[in-house]
């Protein structure tokens, strides 16, 4: 196939958090554009099985695996499972993820900030730290990082949440420099309130009504799809951005967002 048809054709991929949301549609269009994906999911194994079968469907490859991110026993055999299965990998989404209790600073304790600091930067790191000797063998390997366009902002109730991605942001950039020399991009996308399970979850917390009636108060009409942030991803993965590292998209159709402050865990 040509690499306008299959632009990720032999490369392996893993998506954390693939089984549902964002990960979701990262996960189906990367194997889509030819990549054999890994669909890491923590719980819903279900969920992460219809991926996997939808991908199947379309010709494509892809094994589920169940890991929590801030687990890093299961993570390490996570990894070693996919390099037998699927060949080492040269391109991490980093976008497992979830809410913080939506506590105010005044009411947070220091569990709460370790907990969103182990999903959102500990377990990403300590994941890129034992992927990164095959990201810099391959001929091109990639790190992209969900963020959240909430760093920008840091709503009220948002501070564990906020501050661990926006911890997650410095350390991808910071990797992204020291990674030049070895040929790994790295680069972060930062959607707004995208329609998920967790951005519906976010609405609610808020009083919002439910996201379909936010979608006329939001850019182009409409509530950012999951679908929205998989097609930048897949840019940021393609050779269209062999020239791009240490890039943080915002997807938020030019925000700002409503801002959306207590986050329920999921
Ligand atoms: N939705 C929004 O409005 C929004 C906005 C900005 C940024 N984001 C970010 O986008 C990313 C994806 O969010 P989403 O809206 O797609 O969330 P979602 O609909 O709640 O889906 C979360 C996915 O992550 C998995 N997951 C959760 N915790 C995990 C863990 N500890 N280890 C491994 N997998 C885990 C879930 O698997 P199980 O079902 O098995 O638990 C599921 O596949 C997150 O990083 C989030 O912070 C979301």
């Known amino acids: 196939m040509s690499d306008i048809a299959a632009p990720l054709a032999g490369?392996?991929?893993?998506?954390?958090?693939?089984?549902?949301?964002?990960?979701r549609a990262v996960a189906l269009r990367l194997a889509a554009?030819?990549?054999a994906v890994a669909v890491n999911y923590r719980r819903d194994a279900a969920a992460a099985e219809e991926v996997v079968a939808g991908i199947a469907a379309e010709g494509?490859?892809?094994?589920?695996?169940r890991a929590s991110v801030d687990d890093t026993d299961a993570v390490a055999t996570m990894v070693q499972r996919i390099r037998v299965d699927l060949g080492p990998i040269d391109l991490l989404v980093s976008n497992a993820g979830t809410a913080s209790r939506g506590t105010p600073v005044a009411d947070t304790d220091e569990q709460?900030?370790?907990?969103?600091?182990?999903?959102?930067?500990?377990?990403?790191?300590?994941?890129?730290?034992?992927?990164?000797?095959?990201?810099?063998?391959?001929?091109?390997g990639d790190v992209i990082v969900v963020s959240s366009a909430i760093v920008d902002t840091a709503p009220g109730g948002g501070a564990a949440y906020s501050m661990a991605k926006a911890?997650?942001?410095?350390?991808?950039?910071t990797l992204?420099?020291?990674?030049?020399?070895?040929?790994?991009r790295v680069n972060i996308v930062a959607p707004g309130l995208v329609a998920t399970d967790m951005g519906e979850r976010l609405v609610a917390a808020s009083g919002a009504p439910t996201l379909a009636d936010l979608d006329a108060r939001y850019p182009f009409g409409r509530v950012a799809r999951p679908e929205d942030i998989a097609g930048v991803v897949a840019f940021l993965a393609s050779s269209a951005a062999d020239y791009l590292t240490a890039q943080r998209i915002r997807i938020d159709g030019g925000g700002p967002d409503i801002p959306i402050v207590a986050v329920p865990e999921s």
């Not at 992204?176 to 790994?184: F, K, L, Q, T």
């Open 176 to 184: 992204a420099y020291e990674e030049r020399a070895s040929g790994v």
């Open 11 to 23: 490369r392996t991929a893993l998506v954390t958090g693939g089984s549902r949301g964002v990960g």
């Open 33 to 35: 554009g030819g990549a």
């Open 112 to 140: 709460e900030y370790l907990r969103l600091l182990r999903v959102h930067t500990l377990g990403p790191l300590a994941l890129i730290r034992s992927l990164l000797p095959d990201l810099r063998a391959a001929p091109r």
């Open 167 to 173: 911890a997650m942001e410095t350390a991808a950039r």
């Open 60 to 65: 494509g490859t892809a094994v589920a695996y």
